[in-house]
């Protein structure tokens, strides 16, 4: 595999970063110690994706980057499957702040995905986890799943201030939103709030399971 972290990439015809058919890619930083840690990749004004990883799997982080201001969208994975996706920074990114299509078993924690067309954009993609502390604002819309199924969204995540759907299921089944029934006293729900429609399901959205969320 390969690292790359604590560079800037910019104002490249297409995509900032491109991996095709690889395995135990990091991009940006994994060190959880704020001491010892490198800065992630700030990667912005690309004609293309920011990120575009293709035909790859296997032990791969995005973890620590500011993306932005790219002409498709912020992250982009396309066949490639478990992958963590963690505190990035994904903005004003033309189509989407994270795409995920064709992709199965990923794992999206602590990120913040603001003024892109849809924040969160998973498509043709199965147990995905969508795991705590994203915060999804000012977008058209905060997350869209189109024929996602085994898929999860767990307790402490945001979506707000979206100019349409905070979250959208469509021809998705046997999911579940929210937390888990049996949660601590503790925990902190997911909030869906401030948007013009709060949780929309359309088109054969069936047997998931919604519970313990915050919509207002």
């Keep these: 595999g390969i690292t790359?972290?604590?560079?800037e990439i910019y104002r490249n015809a297409q995509e900032g970063i491109i991996v095709?058919?690889?395995v135990r890619t990091t991009i940006g930083t994994d060190a959880e110690d704020e001491e010892t840690r490198t800065d992630g990749n700030t990667i912005h004004n690309n004609g293309g994706n920011g990120i575009y990883l293709i035909n790859s799997e296997g032990q791969t982080k995005i973890y620590y980057n500011t993306i932005y201001?790219?002409?498709?969208?912020?992250v982009f994975l396309e066949n490639s499957e478990n992958?963590?996706?963690?505190?990035n920074n994904v903005s004003e990114n033309t189509i989407h702040g994270i795409n995920i299509y064709s992709s199965d078993n990923q794992e999206i924690s602590d990120n913040?995905?603001?003024k892109n067309n849809y924040g969160l954009l998973l498509n043709a993609s199965n147990g995905i986890t969508i795991d705590t502390t994203n915060y999804l604002y000012n977008n058209s819309v905060g997350a869209y799943l189109v024929d996602v199924n085994n898929s999860e969204i767990k307790e402490e995540n945001e979506f707000y201030n979206n100019s349409g759907c905070g979250l959208r299921l469509e021809n998705s089944w046997f999911?579940?939103?929210g937390s888990s029934s049996n949660q601590s006293a503790s925990a902190v729900l997911t909030k869906i709030y401030?948007?013009?429609q709060g949780i929309c399901l359309f088109s054969n959205s069936n047997n998931n399971t919604l519970r313990n969320f915050y919509v207002y």
């Design 112 to 114: 913040r995905l603001f």
């Design 69 to 74: 201001n790219n002409s498709k969208n912020g």
């Design 4 to 7: 790359l972290t604590n560079h």
């Design 194 to 196: 401030n948007n013009t």
């Design 175 to 177: 999911n579940t939103l």
């Design 83 to 87: 992958y963590q996706l963690r505190y």
């Design 20 to 22: 095709n058919n690889s």
